[in-house]
């Protein structure tokens, strides 16, 4: 494991099942198993899979100000998020690019929690806080396990009462095998879901009581970069994984903005105010490139950073691709021109172990376009 500075109290458990603990975010994180990775992204395409996402950071936004901070900070009018509910949203620096997103929980009045990556949420939420009557506290005791798929809930139901019942983007305060817990029905792996936000001293036992009690319905521990597998077919960026401090421009410095991104939408309506907002409506129609998706031919799926050329010529970049034995397909995140932002330009990937690939524009995302798995309600 490299030096880390946070760390989960299910490290052992990753240990055992052969993690080397590799650091994302500050916190040695389970990216590798000694299983099969797509035996996990079929357990929670079919069943459900238990997966240790604490490496996300949890900062929790108390005091009468805490709403101007929410609102200074993130994209979303928090106003109309009211107790119990969560909202996806972005944050932006003074040029309008974009810095890292977040989950958004409002979990009183004056009372929030911020769940982000490793982009700059909490120097954001900091930099907002100065001078309010505001607490602004990073809480790394608090651990998140995310029990993602469609047996999801007919596990926890035997548990919870009125899980069934919980709205997509609605959370809890509840109670879980004896011990305090929050839930709420997000993820990030377009499937029904749930995230169990409970204290670092209860998550081994939380952990190994799912594993024990849901191995007859299938459920299996998963390690961190399934994920990828998964976010590929529901479009679901990793910041920064899909931008361009990962995948610099030639000539001019790093950042992206929504519009190129296709996260447009987390700018609640009409809002002003935010970082960078003048900045992120002046550059609306000015994108350089888009996030969008391939479909490929074979099975076999390019490597990140595979060039996307045209006519010979490279145009783009793959930022993450999967092949998903479940749909029989091969598809891929990529950064294009704006004229491939389309649906059937054909275009071709240059694999490093596959060789050239031909490719095809396709609208993300790829898997319940929909959202109806992600949002049922029964």
Known sequence: MTASWRFSTLAERHRALGSKLEDWSGMGTAWSYD?????????????????????????????????????????????????GRAVYAAMLNDAGKFIDDCVIYRTGPNAFMVVHGSGQGFEQLTMAAYGRDVSVRFDDNLHDLSLQGPLAVDYLEKYVPGIRQLRYFGHMQ???????????????????????????????????????????????????????????????????????????????PCGDTLWELGLDFTVSPGKTGFRGAEEHYRLRGKERFRIWGLKLAGDVAPENGAPVLRDGKKVGVVTQAMHSPLNDWTVAIARLPVDCANEGTALTVQSAEAGEIAATTAAMPFFDIDKARRTAKD
């Open 35 to 83: 299983g099969d990775p797509v035996a996990e992204y079929m357990a929670i395409r079919t069943k459900a899979g238990l997966m240790d996402v604490s490496g996300l950071k949890k900062v929790h936004i108390t005091g009468p100000g805490a709403s101007h901070v929410i609102d200074r900070a993130t994209t979303r009018n928090v106003e109309k998020l009211m107790p």
């Open 174 to 252: 509840t109670s879980l095998f004896g011990v305090p817990a929050m839930i709420s029905r997000t993820g990030y792996t377009g499937e029904r879901g749930y995230e169990l936000f409970v204290r670092g001293q209860d998550a081994p036992m939380v952990w190994d009581r799912i594993l024990e009690e849901g191995a007859a319905m299938g459920i299996i521990p998963c390690r961190f970069t399934t994920l990828d597998l998964l976010r590929t077919e529901s479009y679901l960026l990793f910041f920064p994984y899909d931008n361009s401090e990962m995948y610099p421009f030639e000539d001019e």
